[in-house]
């Protein structure tokens, strides 16, 4: 029980800075790197030679450090805090980024982007991701959906970054994001905070020994751990192997178009640069768009219905970029593909933090990005591969959308796993919608910031 004081505790809720930090490292990675690399694949062609493939590789290889880390980046997050990793994280982005502008063969292209792909691991979608869904429960959805807007608004950019390129060349802009992550990455690194209960306060605004002073709200309290899934326990379940391959093909997705829709655009449709560029900008916009509606339903609806959609309009959307006619289709397929991103992608990790809980939630998505990473890696290869092979992209945006149809079975049938036996206890049914009540906040544990 927890004892109510009669002094009102004057600190601010501190899970909002926590949105706003991971929101702001998902943007630079996003703007300066993952959504601007269909634009240095073009230059790069042009000026050193390399092919699509070879360059899809070294985004490949930088989605297979993030899998591979994965479960050895969960257990530090648990020990040493997401502030320390992500800082260290930051350094080795602007590290690579600025490596990457001196290279002049493959040789050191990938070494760059090894030293650049462990930043991006331990700086991105994991850190933020565990740091955001332990400050929030019944409003998780939408906590990650608004972080998940920095990647959105991150496409709005990948036209500069474009101009950039044309205008000063490709190594000067590599060196001036490589500036760019450490100035405004450390800041942001400070807004991360890993427990609640470290501050004395608990999820979605509660303070330890306070009710909940919100117009008709209950008073919230740490719940027993024993709800919670430990590593083990969650390798165990359906569902934990079941969101990982839903998950994984529609990294599939988002990745190959990542990469390969600009050169699509420019080199097999006949666009200029920064007009191909500038479909990246609206598929980010719509998908800012999705994520505003997105979280919102996700904290009210059955996640898994909204996820089996938006994966089906995934599919429709890239066909329509395959074989639509004329600048029309590729707005088209940027509104559709765009809302479902928005909608879909900050579901997967609270989708995982409702079936699996918070106390061990960096251990139990860090081994999931070893399932789901596998999408990540085999996207840009693939499309890729298949472009250079038959001269465009079409057959390859078909086989993708084939595949993100037949995903959405995925996510259909994870449903949510029993709550944990232990000392003879009898399993339970546990639905996401209990494992989200308001009364459920992560166990408190000793880790630093």
């Known amino acids: 029980m927890v004892v109510v004081s009669s002094v009102s505790p004057r600190r601010r809720f501190l899970g909002w800075d926590t949105v706003v930090g991971g929101a702001g490292l998902q943007f630079l990675q996003s703007a300066l790197f993952f959504q601007s690399f ?14 699509r493939g070879a360059t899809a590789g070294g985004y490949a290889l930088v989605s297979l450090l993030g899998g591979l880390l994965g479960p ?42 090894v030293v650049a792909g462990l930043g991006f ?17 019944r409003r998780r959805s939408t906590a990650l959906s608004l972080m998940a807007i920095g990647i959105s608004l991150a496409g709005l950019v990948v036209p500069l970054v474009a101009s950039a390129v044309v205008e000063f060349g490709w190594r000067e802009t590599l060196r001036l994001a490589a500036a760019l992550v450490v100035l405004a990455g450390v800041p942001l690194a400070v807004l991360m905070r890993r427990s609640p209960a470290e501050y004395g306060q608990l999820p979605d605004g509660g303070y330890v020994g306070f009710p909940d002073r919100r117009p008709g709200g209950v008073e919230l309290r740490p719940h027993d751990p024993a709800a919670d899934h430990t590593l083990r326990e969650a390798l165990r379940t359906r569902a934990f192997w079941l969101l990982g391959v839903g998950h994984g093909v529609a990294l599939l997705v988002m990745s190959g178009v990542s ?132 001269g465009d992209y079409r057959l390859g945006f078909s086989v993708l ?29 546990q639905a996401p919608e209990a494992a989200s009540s308001a009364t459920r906040a992560p166990a408190p544990d000793d880790s630093t910031e």
Not at 121 to 128: R, V
Not at 315 to 335: E, T
Not at 337 to 348: K, Q, S, Y
């Open 259 to 390: 990469v390969h829709l600009v050169p699509h655009l420019h080199d097999g449709v006949g666009y200029p640069l920064q007009l191909a560029a500038s479909a990246v900008a609206l598929v980010t916009i719509t998908s800012a768009a999705g994520q505003l509606v997105g979280g919102p339903l996700g904290d009210r609806f059955d996640k898994r219905a909204i996820a089996v959609a938006a994966m089906l309009t995934h599919a429709a959307a890239v066909l329509v970029l395959a074989w639509g006619p004329g600048w029309f289709a590729v707005v088209l397929f940027a509104l559709a593909h765009g809302v479902a991103w928005g909608v879909r992608g900050p579901l997967m990790g609270s989708l995982r933090a409702d079936y699996f809980g918070a106390s061990h939630f960096g251990s139990i998505m860090g081994a999931s990005m070893l399932v789901f990473m596998v999408g990540q890696l085999v996207g840009p290869v693939l499309l890729g591969g298949l472009a250079d092979l038959l």
């Open 121 to 137: 691991a331990a700086a991105g979608y994991l850190s933020t991701t565990t740091a955001v869904v332990a400050w929030f429960v």
């Open 401 to 429: 959308a084939g595949l993100a149809a037949v995903a959405s079975l995925a996510f259909w049938f994870a449903t949510p796993p029993p709550r944990p036996q232990r000392n003879g206890e009898s399993a339970a049914p």
């Open 38 to 51: 269909g634009v240095f694949v073009v230059v790069w062609a042009d000026d050193l030679g390399w092919s």
């Open 72 to 113: 050895v980046q969960g257990y530090l997050l648990e020990r040493v805090g997401v502030r320390r990793v992500i800082l260290v994280g930051v350094v080795l982005q602007s590290a690579g980024l600025w490596l990457l502008s001196h290279v002049t063969g493959l040789g050191g292209f990938f070494a760059a982007l």
